[in-house]
């Protein structure tokens, strides 16, 4: 189908559309040449701000305030910038068709885009109970948490259900964001999840054993090693109890569920090759169909540093992998070459008055430093994980901008360890000495 012509379409619009922006502007591309499709009415924005300050009852964060880049301190681009650059935006635009042999998507209103280059930066969509058919799952107020939109419905609802009991389902990112942020809020919250602790795809049962301990001290409640089998609703249709496995009931005016996501991939599916949930890319975010590149939480890539490919749901390889495939792309048209991805893996959470931050991988044998009391009125610890008698990763809580700059050198170089009992007692300063 003929539609409108791009040289460069990006498909999402998020944290990588808009980093990806950033790059073919810094690269020269001219008006008229890159088009952003996006399911959302706005315009790139920096997604991880929508668990934190944007549910703040005091001076929440509002758009324009954290359009992209402002995450990683730079330039914020208004809509404005786009229209200056000539980057077509089109926005509240859902692709529901992509062809790859023909280059062509559709959107949901049928209008048809063809474009030289694609890229794709769906990004993920979350997991929902009412996916594995948890009884009452559709009642009114359970709340999941992806975008604007449904950021602003929690706004809402913690405005109507002023000093309500909020029940968080899941003990992820999202479980544990949430559940501060819903406390800042005066709520009565309740966190449920199934594993012996909170975050189990990173924390030790030693970290997580501080943040149970901390949010308990703010009043929160946490029951593990259960699940939400079913929903109580009443008249209206608006939930009212959350019905535990073990057999316990919990009251409920807001349900917030946080139970993982998912990659964008289906628009591609049969078209490209997949692995590990997502689209397989080489270190330049190419797919293994020409012209076609994916960034973000969708591409499972490279993982240079550790030999191995890996998908990686974060905002920072959001970010850096939008850049990497705009300068393959813009190299690869000067006949140039640039380096393969190099990716360290950085993650971070912010919370109450905790920051922690965390570089390399978890595997392998871990070693705990520092003041993990909760009740600490400034707490510091952290985690080493060694592996064949090398450091590969590093967690710190409450660290200074060069304590984490140092604990970010140390995975990134993996230094050996020859005695682990004095890496214990050495801790934070085994880190600041490399
Ligand atoms: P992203 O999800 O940002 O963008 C995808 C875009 O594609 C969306 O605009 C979507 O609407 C659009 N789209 C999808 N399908 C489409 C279609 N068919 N047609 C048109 N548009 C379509 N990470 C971190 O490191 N630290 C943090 O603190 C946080 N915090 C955080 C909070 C919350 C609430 C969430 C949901 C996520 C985080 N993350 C995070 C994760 C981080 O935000 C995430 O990894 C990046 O946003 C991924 O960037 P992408 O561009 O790949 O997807
Ligand atoms: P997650 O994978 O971090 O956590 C999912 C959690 O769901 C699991 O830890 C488990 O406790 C729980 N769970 C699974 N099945 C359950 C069930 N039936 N009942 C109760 N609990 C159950 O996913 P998330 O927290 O939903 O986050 C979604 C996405 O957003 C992820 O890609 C995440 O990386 C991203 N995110 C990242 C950050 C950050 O990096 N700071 C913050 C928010 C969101």
Not at 50 to 58: G, N
Not at 133 to 146: E, P, S, T
Not at 193 to 218: H, Q, S
């Amino acid at each position: 189908m003929a539609g409108k012509h791009f040289k460069y379409v990006i498909v999402g619009g998020g944290v990588a559309a808009g980093y990806a922006a950033r790059e073919f502007a810094k690269q020269g591309v001219k008006p008229g040449e890159l088009a952003i499709i996006s399911k959302e009415a706005v315009a790139p924005y920096e997604r991880p701000a929508l668990s934190k300050a944007y549910l703040f009852p005091e001076a929440p964060a509002r758009l324009p305030g954290f359009h992209v880049c402002v995450g990683s301190g730079g330039e914020r681009l208004l809509p404005e910038w786009y229209s200056e650059k000539g980057i077509e935006l089109i926005l509240g635009t859902e692709v529901v068709k992509a062809d790859l042999a023909s280059k062509t998507l559709t959107s949901a209103a049928g209008a048809a885009f063809n474009y030289d280059t694609l890229l794709i930066a769906t990004g993920s969509s979350v997991i929902r109970l009412t996916d594995f058919g948890v009884q009452g799952a559709d009642a009114k107020n359970i709340f999941y948490l992806r975008d604007i939109d449904d950021a602003n419905k929690l706004v809402e609802a913690i405005k109507t259900k002023k000093d309500g009991k909020v029940v968080i389902v899941g003990g992820g990112y999202i479980g544990l964001e949430l559940g501060a942020v819903m406390k800042i809020n005066n709520l009565d919250v309740s966190m449920v999840y199934p594993e012996p602790w909170c975050m189990p795809r990173l924390f030790t049962a030693g970290i997580a054993a501080f943040y149970e301990g901390y949010y308990a001290n703010k009043g929160i409640q946490i029951i593990k090693g259960t699940v939400a089998v079913g929903f109580e609703s009443n008249a209206e249709g608006e939930v009212k109890a959350v019905k535990l496995k073990d057999g316990r009931v919990l009251d409920a005016d807001i349900v917030v569920v946080g139970v993982g996501g998912r990659p964008l991939t289906t628009l591609f599916k049969g078209q490209v090759e997949e692995e590990k949930g997502g689209i397989k890319t080489d270190g330049f975010f190419r797919t293994s169909v020409p012209d076609v590149y994916a960034l973000g939480d969708v591409a499972t890539f490279p993982l240079k540093l550790f030999n191995e490919i890996r998908r990686v749901e974060h905002v920072d390889h959001a970010r850096k992998s939008a850049e990497q495939a705009v300068k393959a792309i813009k190299a690869s048209e000067e006949g140039k070459a640039i380096d393969e991805y190099d990716y360290l893996p950085y993650f971070y959470s912010r919370s109450f008055n905790l920051s922690w931050q965390f570089y390399g991988d978890n595997v392998g044998d871990t070693v705990l430093f520092g003041d993990n009391d909760p009740a600490s009125p400034k707490p510091k610890f952290g985690t080493y994980w060694i592996k064949d008698g090398k450091v590969v990763g590093v967690f710190l809580e409450g660290g200074t901008p060069d304590e984490n700059q140092a604990i970010a050198k140390v995975a990134k170089l993996q230094p050996s360890v020859e005695n682990v009992d004095e890496l214990s007692k050495e801790g934070l300063t085994f880190a600041l000495k490399i």
